[in-house]
């Protein structure tokens, strides 16, 4: 399938016909786009990890950085070691928009003196990023048959670090993958991202087929400290918050001391991108404004607001929130409720991940 043509760049997406016609179908598909309003980054090495994409500009909380069609989607069970594979994918790399085949092939050719559609296949292998699970159509839609990798010619080029700067999505309506800052980047630092989503470890203790090279793994000083945070961090899920707000229902004066002490950790372990952030900033907002600290509640509340906004899926979390502190009064009884109610809590607010 070949996936959009026009003046936009165009992806090859090696797909079930199940899966081509889902996203293929999508009312206006695809939807054109989106581009920053100048150009964000460059790609050069880096020196320790080959090459990496780097800020050209400085960039703030919530800027596109930006998105990008893949040059190819495959299967995941693609492998080089399977010939009639090798050989869909060979045709897949036919039918890429010529400029595209060429850079994809110099890429390999800084790998490989002359690559064999295997070695190109062995790249596209190394360099992936997974697309996420939720297909078109909403998130009670799976992908049924198989996940799929796609090899993108920029968004390819960056690096894993265990304290991203950046969130990725993959938006099927324009079939592009969108990377987006959640923290200042300054002119010249490297744009990073997640490989692995799970960050409440460092990823040296994870499964990542290489060591990892970051700065959060590499600065040996500071790692005891990082593991700590990093042990509190994983217990503030959004059921956990739900949980602790009913713990000291009657205490707003210490939740919200809590709320900010926990924004705080997220941001000394620069994990601004792990799904409870939004909500502990709009938690921190919300009991700021019962407490009447108007100036603090407006700017917690706008930079929660601005976090919900990059990711559709936080759209969820934000609407529980909303539910939560409803009319006037209504909150403790609501938390009660809340957290009598996990099945019901899980389907609202984690829903969209599975
Ligand atoms: C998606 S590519 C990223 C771009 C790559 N550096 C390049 O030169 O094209 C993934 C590869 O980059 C390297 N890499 C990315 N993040 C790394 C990290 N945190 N530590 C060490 N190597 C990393 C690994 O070799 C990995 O297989």
Redesign the pocket.
Known sequence: MRLPAKTEPSSVVIAEPLIAQLVSTQPNFPLALQTPLEPTYDIRA?G?????MFAKCDLKPGDLILAERPALVYPNHFTSSNRELEAVFCVALEDMRVQDRIAYRK?AMSAFRSPTIGDLLRIAT????QLPTNPPGGPNQRWTIGDYRAVYLDT???????SPNTVADFDFPSFSFIVRAVREIQKGHEI?TT?SGALSKR?VERS???????SV?TNLAALALSDSRRVAIQSYTPWSLVNRLESSIDKPDKLFADMVLIVRVFDDEGLQSLASYPMVLDLAGRLAKMLGKQTLADKQTQNAEMFYQMRPWYTQLKKFVDWLFGPEGSMPDRVRWAVSHFEEFEYLVEGWRN
């Not at 190394?126 to 990023?129: I, K, P, R, S, T």
């Open positions: 880096t320790k990890m080959g090459l990496g890429l190394a360099n992936c990023f390819s080029r960056i690096n894993h670090s265990c990073t490989y990823n990542l087929p290489f060591p990892c090279g970051c793994c």
